[in-house]
């Protein structure tokens, strides 16, 4: 039976159900039966029949509001900020918010204590949402002044609060140059297919280093870090987060996200903490999130599996995510089984609707690997050094299109959940325009990145670059030539500075042309890192309080 007390994933209740397999002799006839089945949603109750013989489906977890341990958090802040450390005093505080009970004086308290560390670090408005939070939720008389003394203060300063942006500006294609086929493009691309490539994203003109391909909005998308300092919603840097009314792991930077949220989240949270419980990674989570959303649009199923290409590609559209490739028959019975293996039930009104959703989860757990995308931000490591972190992923239709090179043409930022893609090399009308899926030559070599593309993505890579099997960055050739960036600037991205690396990007982008034709060679490796950190600080950037 399943055992409440032992650390549990759905990998490890996986292996749990083969072992008992094992014992009654029973795996040869199980994986045959699993690979007679042909529809997802077979798949899924197979695989649950399975588990629930074994007794290895878990219990859903209660997730309530629970003011002693809202207490015990707001006391930990009240340490932390003692000692000076803002940033673990506003976390914990927050989570004091979100498990205090609504309307709650433990709800109060929170806030209260959360606002004299906005306070003490320049967030005059935030502090003033905060106490005014506060004084909504039964705040204390006794300690009414001290709270209305900040609340005058902050109010007085709040004029000389400076701005912060979690990102800049997010490009803008010009209305001349925006795409007739593809909604989220510029009209630099366009999607072509063929037997051999799929579909994949060809050039239509020249396009120089920089140009802006495509600005993507997901989707979907889901928050998976960081969920103490980022809203859940609109994935927002906000150090003033407000609860959901019911459970303690969705928080949101305002009001109307909360409301906005509420179309999905009513179902998601009664499990949250389940799948929290459960260490259910990022894939999971976004193809149960998908699969959530589009509930109210199950009668139109049978119309997801029409889609022309010769028609406009939509990135707010359900249809093109359904069509993404999953691979299916290249798949072990072990992989398929694996994801068929989650618990679904108790979110869905009939037994027909749990059908359709337990297909289409299925299906996205097999689009997921090789399609979703990483959401990241950059935050400042233990050495101070500004770098890339992930805090999300989403489902992006136009983004998957993209074919892998060991060496791309094209790079991805972030922001806020919204991707915007450049180029980082030279690109010839004609020419494919590739992406990187996480091996690139100068950092793995070409068995490693092949056998690892193989088995996450089901290809044989055969590009330029492992066809000719460039070297790893350390045994790249140094071209003689005065192209470089000073250390000095080098110093300045590596230090977060947005307005260094505006400056950086207008210098390097040319300098880049200037040294590509000789590819491979360690200029344009150091070159194209420059301006990957440039295009980062201008995207999501986590600025420590």
């Known amino acids: 039976m399943f055992n409440t007390n032992k650390q549990y994933s759905v990998e490890t209740i996986v292996q749990d159900l083969l072992r008992h397999l094992s014992e009654k002799q029973l795996v040869a006839q199980a994986s045959e039966q699993f690979s007679s089945l042909h529809s997802n949603c077979e798949r899924v109750e197979f695989a649950h029949r399975l588990l629930e013989g074994a007794g290895l489906f878990p219990s859903l977890l209660a997730d309530e509001k629970c003011n002693e341990v809202s207490g015990n958090f707001r006391q930990k802040g009240n340490d932390m900020f003692k000692a000076r450390k803002t940033r673990e005093a506003i976390e914990f505080y927050t989570k004091g918010v979100a498990f205090a009970e609504d309307g709650s004086e433990f709800l109060a308290l929170a806030y209260a204590n959360r606002s004299a560390v906005l306070y003490e670090r320049g967030l005059y408005e935030e502090c003033l949402m905060d106490i005014d939070r506060a004084l909504k939720n039964n705040y204390p008389e006794k300690l009414r002044p001290k709270l209305l003394g900040r609340q005058n203060k902050a109010s007085q300063l709040k004029v000389n609060q400076i701005p912060q942006s979690y990102f800049q500006p997010i490009p803008v294609i ?237 790079v991805r930022h972030c922001y806020g959940p919204v991707i915007v893609v450049r180029a980082i090399q030279s690109i010839k009308k004609g020419e494919q325009c590739y992406d990187n899926y996480g091996y690139h030559h100068a950092l793995m070599t070409r068995s490693e990145r092949r056998s690892k593309l193989k088995k996450q993505y089901f290809f044989d890579c055969s590009c330029e670059v492992c ?62 890192e420059v301006v990957k950190q440039c295009l980062a600080l201008l995207g999501n950037v986590r600025r420590s309080l």
């Open 467 to 528: 066809e000719c099997d460039w070297p790893l960055y350390h045994n790249l050739p140094q071209i003689e030539t005065d192209v470089a960036v000073t250390s000095a600037d080098l110093a300045k991205l590596q230090n977060g500075d947005v307005e260094a690396a505006k400056v950086v990007l207008t210098e390097t982008l040319p300098k880049i042309a200037a040294v590509e034709k000789l590819r491979p060679n360690r200029n344009v490796a150091e070159l194209q």
């Open 174 to 410: 010009p209305e001349k140059q925006k795409n007739d086929l593809i909604q989220c493009a510029s009209d630099s691309v366009e999607i072509k297919y063929t037997e051999d490539l799929g579909r994949h994203v060809l050039a239509t003109k020249d396009i120089a280093v920089g140009d802006v391909l495509a600005i993507e909005k997901p989707f979907c998308h889901i928050l998976i870090d960081q969920q103490y300092v980022h809203c859940h919603e609109c994935l927002k840097l906000c150090y003033n987060l407000i609860p959901c009314a019911k459970c303690t792991n969705a928080l949101y930077c305002s009001q109307d996200c909360r409301n906005k949220s509420n179309y999905y989240h009513k179902f998601e949270c009664p499990i949250m903490a389940t799948t929290k419980k459960l260490r259910m990674d990022k894939l999971k989570l976004l193809s149960m999130k998908i699969a959530t959303i589009m509930k109210n649009q199950y009668g139109n199923i049978s119309n997801w599996y029409d889609l022309n290409i010769n028609n406009v590609y939509r990135s707010d559209r359900y249809d093109e995510i359904h069509n993404l490739v999953a691979n299916t028959e290249q798949r072990a019975v072990s992989d398929l089984f694996e994801r068929s293996s989650g618990k679904y039930t108790g979110l869905l009104e009939s037994a027909q609707e749990e059908r359709i959703f337990k297909e289409l989860v299925l299906l996205h757990l097999q689009t997921a690997a090789c399609n979703f995308h990483e959401i990241s931000e950059m935050a400042e490591n233990r050495d101070g050094v500004y770098e890339l972190e992930e805090i999300g992923a989403g489902a992006y239709s136009f983004l998957s299109m993209f074919n892998h090179c060991c060496s791309p043409n094209v």
